[in-house]
């Protein structure tokens, strides 16, 4: 028996397993389900043989999206030929995109080592690294050891594992001759032969029949391997259990579904639309059309990004959004009491509703203690409903406002102690003034989420606050290589100081976007005093 190369299962690290099985079960909720013996194990009533761990299952009839990372043209061929001989039998399919997102992604090198992770184990690795490694194929590969290589792979990423790691196995390896064999062919250490030969999946976990010597996922076993003479052949193609058992799993039928995807909009509402500044009223709203339509009502942030308010009353503004719908949503911009509302803009920032990347909420000051009991520094802990691998970015927008009328207005708008599983969100102010209340919205992400960056950006980067002048603008640059056109930019007010003996008037803005980033604006007009002012901003392909 001919020395052929094999593949290893790759384990999600241990600081990324919290997410990955998160994911899992956002993507199919059986995975929180261990299944036992008697129950919906396929074994003694289906023929079929291939093992699958029930924790890794991607949603039945839906589209597994795949992208090749590099390699060859003809390599990049043969894995889309290969790979798509699941879908003749599988409910779930896959489909090669150009898609930095894709939930696979393949990565060919010359590193003599192909491995992949485990159904939606995928979901869990961060998007800028591969979750499929082919590490031996070149152009000049047999047409053989293409079948073989890739479709093995690809039923790793439908959730297969080796078969001889079937709960059904009942291989009698000979443990040292088998370490031995594949140090030498593989490099493999005893922990990898351990983990990828002789651990078997448990019965309380694994959809699993009996033992398919003939299966893809099989390993070719030599005779000098086992203590009995058990042996198997190289397989190079779909066995017929493989078909039935695949099938089995994942019956086709229904319509495709796209795997949960990230998926944003962006809507925007200024009160003069509705009414001219010089025509000031409390209430304003507008039903915006979102840039894109959802599947189902989204979630949404808002962020203040102008205002034009009286000074003879306290400063009293509300950002909201309601009646949200698939395709819009009712934008409000209003005040109370005696404040005068000029004119007042928003922009909000959409996300579906189980967006796998995205998270966001909203804290007030009211939230911790009354208005009428105004305080300087209030903070809170918020917890993710979900943790990330990595500490996320968040962005931070200002949606309320409520400061007496008497001192200067100054707010703080802050994200700190950001960790994997939450953050401190501030609502601070400081000298004079008198806060009554504010809000803010946050949006989190993950730090590595391709297509996407944020930052704040303040008046302070380019001057002193005791020299205040109505027009502050300076150049932001975007990391190198995250965009490849310009993208569309969102700004959201997070920090204000201005003097209290003027109308309170502020506008956001940006210009000159490029791939490569923008110049930001933080203006005022007429008699203003605007000492400093920063904001965030959310950068998105």
């Known amino acids: 028996m001919s020395e052929i190369q094999i593949c290893t299962v790759m384990p999600v690290p241990n600081d990324l397993r919290g997410q990955a099985d998160t994911l899992s079960i956002q993507e199919n909720p059986k995975n929180g389900h261990q ?142 001759a ?25 019965l309380d976990s694994t959809r699993f029949s009996e ?45 495709p579904i796209t795997g949960t995807k990230t998926k944003t909009a962006v809507a925007t509402f200024n009160t003069m639309e509705v009414r001219p500044w010089d025509k000031p009223q409390h209430d304003n709203s507008r039903r915006v059309k979102y840039s894109q339509s959802f599947d189902k ?35 409000k911009l209003n005040s109370w009491a005696d404040t005068t509302l000029y004119s007042a803009g928003c922009i909000g920032l959409e996300v579906t509703q189980d967006d796998p990347d995205f998270q966001m909420g909203k804290f007030s000051t009211t939230d911790d203690h009354p208005w009428n009991v105004p305080q300087e520094k209030t903070s809170r802990k918020i917890n993710f409903d979900r943790p990330y691998p990595s500490p996320p970015k968040v962005v931070i927008w200002l949606s309320q ?3 007496d009328k008497n001192k200067n207005w100054r707010v703080d ?38 297509n996407v960056t944020s930052g704040r950006f303040s008046i302070a980067d380019i001057r002193p606050w005791d020299q205040p002048r109505l027009q502050n603008t300076a150049r932001v640059n975007f990391p190198g290589d995250t965009f490849s056109k310009p993208p569309m930019v969102l700004i959201g007010l997070n920090n204000l100081d201005i003097d209290y003996r003027q109308n309170l008037r502020i506008k956001l803005g940006a210009t000159s976007i490029s791939e490569d980033g923008m110049d930001w604006h933080i203006d005022s007009w007429a008699d203003t005093t605007l000492y400093s002012a920063s904001a965030s901003y959310i950068a998105l392909a």
């Open 178 to 202: 088998a370490y031995d064999y594949y140090q030498r062919t593989n490099g493999w250490t005893r922990e990898m032969v351990d983990r990828n030969i002789f651990q078997a999946y448990s």
């Open 35 to 176: 299944l036992t013996a008697g129950g919906e194990i396929l074994g003694a009533n289906n023929p079929a043989g291939l093992a699958l761990p029930v924790g890794s299952m991607w949603r039945n009839n839906r589209i597994v999206r795949v992208k090749i990372l590099n390699g060859s043209d003809k390599i990049k061929r043969k894995i889309q030929q290969y790979a798509t001989k699941w879908n003749e039998f599988s409910g779930v399919t896959f489909e090669f995109v150009n898609d930095d997102d894709a939930e696979i992604r393949v990565n060919v090198d010359d590193s003599n080592a192909s491995w992949s992770y485990i159904g939606t184990d995928c979901l869990g690795i961060p998007k800028t690294q591969p979750t499929m490694n082919y590490g031996w194929l070149t152009d000049s590969t047999t047409e053989a050891e293409f079948s073989r290589v890739i479709t093995h792979e690809f039923g790793h990423a439908l959730g297969c594992i080796h078969e001889h790691q079937s709960p059904a196995g009942g291989i009698p390896w000979n443990k040292e």
């Open 211 to 255: 033992l398919d010597k003939g299966s893809i996922m099989m390993y070719a076993i030599p005779k000098s391997l086992t203590t009995n003479g058990f042996f198997t052949e190289w397989n190079t193609v779909l066995s017929s259990t493989d078909k039935e058992f695949i099938g089995g799993v994942y019956p086709k039928g229904g319509n």
């Open 401 to 403: 406002l409520d400061m």
């Open 413 to 450: 708008a802050t994200a700190t102690d950001i960790t994997t599983t939450g953050f401190t969100l501030n609502l601070n102010t400081w000298a004079d003034t008198t806060l009554y209340a504010a809000s803010a919205h946050w949006i989190a992400y993950p730090s590595n989420k391709a």
């Open 297 to 331: 009502p989204p979630r949404a942030a808002l962020g203040l990004n102008w205002l034009d308010i009286g000074k003879n009353a306290n400063i009293r503004i509300d950002a909201s959004a309601d009646a949200i719908g698939n395709d819009s949503a009712v934008f």
